[in-house]
């Protein structure tokens, strides 16, 4: 008590915490007395407080628990792997090449027998072309023939026996002879009619005893008068007149001809030069346009695509030119060997025009000197005509070449209607499936363009085909140039087909079997730049849970995932993440 009272009356102030220093001290004897000897009970001051201590357990174990989670979920994603791929769209094709069946010759559609997704076996018609057309023309062509085949008959008729003029003109009527042709005929006849006259004059042949005595008698008589001599001597002047005036119109026609080839010549110098300075023209604004664009491209303004572009412009518009230089040239050259041509036939026809007008004017001479016939005069009249009629026999034979060669340019002209005919029945080239049915009646397909009148998808798989792997249907699908550079042969995919839900029917898997060298251009449907891709497909069925089986078609869009990295960690993917966002923190925007 005089402890406590002392301490009480502390002139520091601390009485108060003398209180306390003397209770810990209570507290701790107590404590040590208790395992000698039990203690009554101590009471401490109502002002005493107490101090209270949490237990460190729940605070470690929480710290434990977390670091263990923390060492699991790092250790797991390293060793844990995640699929990486690069979906693509895309649709089933055939494996095999699709058939175009186009029309091998121009004509109508005028039967469609087919309709799309019709199965056809090859050799089936197909489509029927109107082949009325092609009758018409093979039946104008096979009179043509025959008309050529009839007058090389008349023609080689004409020539082994002597027609009179009475059966030349029959036989001219019914062939309807160009008119060159028959004043030949004519002439021909004339001539043997002539000669035979003469030789009846001089009783030489069997034609000398078709003439009666008394006939024979005045026919010699007559002919030793002068104006047996001028008729004579008057036919000949005619004949010499006729062939003249048949000169004179060939030399019209062909001076003609020759005003013609010259303005045509001019037409093609004139064009030619109009071409080669429009083409000129061109060249020099490509060239322009490649100059102004150089230094746009040296700055980067331009890419160097479109510099190439226009270098190529240029190379193509200078070969354009020189083709053109080329082709007016020959078109040129030719003309004027038609022009040369036509001036030597004139030179020759004039030549042919003095000639004959120095016989007629040697006829009239003759005519005018008559003198009694004799046997020499007639002699020498028939050797003339002798000459006359081999000439005329040279131009005949002329006359059969030229008309055999025309009936072999229309044997083959008939065989190629036929073949067309022929064509006009447009069958199936192999089994399969009809799609993409373009022919319709009335259609004008034009083969010039490789317009495909319908397609054929081939039928079946093949027998020899045994792998999985390489089925009737492959997917191709488009991917983009940003993605192909992780895309390989030989990468495993999952296709899903768009047209079944994939949680109820499921996938397909496949593998990578082709990649386009070469990126696509951006067109209405794709607004990228991408590469194809051909996938195989391990079925050509989808099985269902109760085991029955749905066939895949061509042109089934498709989605496919191709597995371009399987070994990947999580742990991978994080640091990616988070590379990513440390490139994002060292750019400025």
């Not at 491209?297 to 193509?316: C, L, P």
């Not at 195989?536 to 061509?554: C, G, H, N, R």
Request: neutral net charge; charged residues 25%; aromatic residues 4%.
């Amino acid at each position: 008590m005089n402890s406590n009272s002392n301490n009480g009356q502390n002139g520091k102030g601390n009485g108060k915490s003398d209180e306390l220093t003397q209770a810990s001290k209570n507290v701790a004897t107590t404590t040590k007395n208790k395992s000698i000897t039990p203690s009554l009970p101590t009471f401490s001051p109502p002002e005493q407080s107490v101090i209270l201590k949490q237990s460190p357990i729940w605070s470690r174990t929480i710290i434990w628990t977390l670091m263990s989670v923390t060492t699991a979920a790092l250790i797991w994603s390293v060793f844990a792997k995640i699929e990486q791929v690069v979906g693509a769209q895309g649709q089933l094709k055939p494996q095999g090449k699709v058939q175009e069946v186009q029309a091998p010759v121009n004509g109508v559609v005028q039967f469609v027998k087919v309709k799309d997704g019709d199965r056809v076996n090859k050799g089936d018609v197909l489509v029927l072309m109107d082949s009325s057309a092609s009758q018409v023309q093979l039946e104008s062509l096979k009179k043509i023939r025959a008309t050529a085949e009839k007058e090389n008959q008349f023609y080689r008729l004409l020539m082994a026996q002597d027609l009179t003029p009475a059966a030349v003109e029959s036989s001219i009527a019914q062939l309807k002879l160009p008119s060159e042709i028959a004043d030949l005929a004519r002439n021909r006849a004339a001539l043997v009619a002539e000669n035979q006259l003469y030789q009846a004059q001089v009783n030489e042949g069997a034609s000398s005893s078709a003439l009666q005595g008394e006939e024979l008698a005045r026919l010699e008589a007559a002919r030793r008068e002068a104006n047996s001599r001028q008729a004579a001597a008057r036919l000949e002047m005619e004949q010499l007149a006729k062939q003249l005036d048949q000169t004179r119109v060939q030399l019209a026609d062909a001076r003609s001809q020759l005003i013609n080839d010259r303005f045509v010549l001019e037409e093609i110098k004139t064009r030619n030069a109009n071409s080669m300075k429009q083409g000129q023209e061109g060249l020099d604004i490509e060239r322009n346009i490649l100059k102004d664009i150089e230094p746009l491209g040296e700055e980067g303004a331009v890419a160097r695509y479109q510099i190439n572009k226009q270098k190529q412009s240029v190379t193509d518009r200078q070969n354009e030119l020189q083709q053109q230089e080329a082709n007016g040239k020959i078109d040129r050259e030719k003309q004027e060997k038609e022009v040369q041509t036509r001036i030597a036939e004139i030179s020759r026809l004039e030549q042919e025009e003095k000639r004959y007008s120095l016989l007629i004017s040697q006829a009239r001479e003759k005519l005018i000197n008559t003198t009694v016939i004799t046997e020499k005069d007639v002699r020498d009249k028939m050797a003339d005509n002798y000459k006359k009629i081999a000439e005329i026999d040279s131009q005949i034979s002329r006359v059969i070449i030229d008309n055999n060669k025309r009936i072999a340019e229309l044997d083959s002209q008939i065989s190629q209607a036929q073949q067309t005919i022929k064509y006009q029945k447009i069958t199936a080239p192999i089994d399969g499936v009809v799609f993409d049915l373009k022919a319709r009646p009335g259609f004008v397909p034009q083969p010039s363009q490789a317009e495909a009148l319908l397609k054929i998808v081939p039928d079946g798989c093949p027998t020899q085909i045994k792998d999985a792997a390489k089925g009737c249907l492959v997917a191709e699908v488009d991917v983009t140039n940003q993605d192909i550079g992780f895309v390989r042969v030989g990468q495993k995919t999952d296709i899903r087909i768009d047209s079944f839900s994939y949680s109820e029917y499921g996938d397909i898997k496949g593998e990578v079997i082709s990649i386009g060298s070469d990126a696509l251009p951006p067109d209405e449907n794709h607004r990228f730049y991408r590469f194809p891709v051909r996938v195989s497909l391990s079925s050509q069925e989808l099985v269902l849970k109760d085991k029955s089986t749905l066939p895949l078609q061509s042109g089934m869009s498709v989605s496919v995932n191709i597995k371009v990295n399987e070994n990947r960690t999580v742990l991978g993917l994080f640091t990616d993440m988070f590379n990513k966002q440390v490139d994002t923190l060292k750019q400025v925007r």
